[in-house]
């Protein structure tokens, strides 16, 4: 089971951190993503992290803005937005694959003066 917050309204230029705590399977032995649907968008993959957090697979969205980490012992997933755009109000999933197969229900961020 996967479940995300943190999301909510946003200032531009502000900053949020995501989680997403997990249950029900091996986390500390799971390669794990972060996803995003934009309005009227289709799902975009952001980062992946390696189970031991040493490799980070990161696709061209997640530029240094972005921060992807994690918590083994607390079987939590985290993804740092930095300098917030209007254009990252999206809904933000976590995933256990990179094909967003088994992801959750997904965190809203908003960002908008």
């Not at 200032?11 to 997990?22: A, E």
């Not at 921060?67 to 209007?86: A, C, E, Q, V």
């Not at 254009?87 to 088994?102: E, I």
Request: aromatic share 8%.
């Amino acid at each position: 089971q996967l479940e995300e917050s943190g999301g909510g309204l946003m200032q531009p230029g502000g900053s949020v951190r995501l989680s997403c705590t997990t249950s029900g399977f091996n986390f500390a032995d799971t390669e794990m993503s972060w996803f995003r649907r934009a309005p009227g968008k289709g799902l975009e993959w952001i980062s992946s992290l390696s189970p031991d957090s040493r490799d980070t697979y990161e696709s061209r969205t997640a530029t240094d803005r972005f921060s992807i980490s994690r918590d083994n012992g607390k079987s939590t997933l985290y993804l740092d937005l930095n300098d917030l755009r209007t254009d990252d109000t999206a809904d933000y999933y976590c995933a256990t694959d990179r094909q967003a197969k088994h992801r959750g229900p997904g965190t809203r961020v908003t960002v908008d003066s």
